[in-house]
């Protein structure tokens, strides 16, 4: 079993800026992918980014260039600093990890005011 832990949401204005942080605990040991997803309200949950153990990263084309995933090996949590927020990045967003299993954190709301 995988426990993850998000924090850093919270209400932002359009432009500003927000580091997410999702700390992991337990079976740590077999995970080799973490990352951040989200869903806003009446859509599906989508892949925001997510970064591999050997460093491979992935990126949703909606935040290229604005959110950055890096992972702090030694303490088990990966973090997503998201910069130049937009209204659409509402949502609440959710730390996965895999082993391949799915494990999800509960979740942190990020509000994006216009």
């Known amino acids: 079993q995988v426990q993850l832990v998000e924090s850093g949401g919270g209400l932002v204005q359009a432009g500003g800026s927000l580091r997410l942080s999702c700390a992991a605990s337990?079976?740590?040991?077999?995970?080799?992918?973490m990352g951040w997803y989200r869903q806003a309200p009446g859509k599906q949950r989508e892949l925001v980014a997510v970064?591999?153990?050997?460093?491979?990263?992935d990126y949703a084309d909606s935040v290229k260039g604005r959110f950055t995933i890096s992972r702090d090996n030694a303490q088990n949590t990966v973090y997503l600093q998201m910069n130049s927020l937009k209204p659409e990045d509402t949502a609440v967003y959710y730390c996965?990890?895999?082993?391949?299993?799915?494990?999800w954190g509960r979740g942190t709301q990020v509000t994006v005011s216009s």
């Open positions: 996965n990890a895999r082993n391949p299993i799915n494990y």
């Open positions: 337990g079976n740590i040991f077999s995970i080799n992918v």
């Open positions: 970064k591999s153990y050997g460093g491979s990263t």
